[in-house]
């Protein structure tokens, strides 16, 4: 299939009134159309329309799992390309670009083409065909989406990112890759160079806080590996415990300490890291965020009118979500 952008998609994304805000899809095509019908969306002959003044934006992990991953990203793109939606890029995207990119310095990929690795990805390069022309076309256009996004609606505003709207990461990202660009491959090399800032910036913002549990403490993820880091909710304002911050498995739970967790103890640089001052309490201001979930069966679906006081709608969807709102914004879970 090939796509055409329509020069006058740019005059109706600036007049988009709401945003209905999709996580992860991981390749549940039929889910996601059923979403889609749900909200109003309507089917031609080339794309998804969006009801009059929406607009759906998607938070990435598009791919690997599921049964329809190419069906999937042609929805989402001649979305996009039709000016009916935006795409952020989620942590799969962004190792997929890793896993055909070849270190420059060293031998090798820069995501490792690991056992474990592997399996993560594998369903997404059997359905696209490892090395084919699409499978590097597919990659082309991951490269094209932004990491995150900062949107505005009349006098509100949106922020948007796969997993954790962390300011510093957020500046540290857009000084070597500015909004609207190509990801290019120097700041690619140096995302994908463990410690390096960059790859701090990437590694949080697509794929969220982390912090080393406790000694002693460790739990077992989806894939029965032994994990001792643990993603955080970082939007928790009160955690009582590590159980509260800890993002596992039900199964889990248990493997968590249940002493108590002070703030400072899991938002580096203290509280006001964990939370970005966008504005005062009923503003009109919101971040979303969205974390994967493993074995869930579900995504969430949030509408975003624009207006100060309005109505998170949470849709049951595709794939597996978790979605949180700045603090900052007054919204009521519909």
Known sequence: MR???????EARLSQTLGYDVIGDIHGQHGKLEALLGRLGYVRTASHWAAPQGRQALFLGDLIDRGPQQLEVLHTVRSMVDAGHARCIMGNHE???????????????FLRRHSDNNRRQH???????????????????????????????SGAARIRAVHAWWHPPHVETVRSGWPL????????????????????TAMEGLTKGLELRL???HSFFDHSGIERFDVRARWWHDAPRSWRDVAIVG??????????????????????????????????????TGCRGCPGC????????????????????????????????ASWRQG
């Open 250 to 287: 039900a199964d889990q739970t248990h493997r968590m300490p249940s002493r108590r967790c002070r703030r400072t103890t899991w938002t580096p640089g203290g509280a006001s890291a964990a939370r970005p001052p966008l504005s005062k309490p009923r503003s009109s201001s919101a971040t």
């Open 94 to 108: 962004f190792n997929a670009i890793g896993w055909v990119t070849r270190r420059e310095a060293g031998e090798g």
């Open 180 to 199: 609207g660009q190509r990801l290019d491959d120097a700041f690619l090399q140096a995302a994908c160079t463990k410690h390096s800032p960059q790859w």
């Open 297 to 328: 069966n579900r995504a969430t679906s949030p509408a975003w009118t624009g207006r100060p006081r309005t109505t998170a709608r949470w849709w049951p969807t595709a794939g597996t979500a978790r979605r949180s709102w700045s603090r900052g």
């Open 122 to 152: 594998g369903e997404f390069l059997r359905q696209v065909g490892e090395g084919s022309a699409e499978h590097l076309g597919w990659v082309e256009w991951f490269r094209s989406l932004p990491v995150a996004l900062e949107l505005t």
């Open 3 to 9: 796509y055409a952008t329509n020069p006058s998609n």
């Open 214 to 216: 406790p000694e002693g």
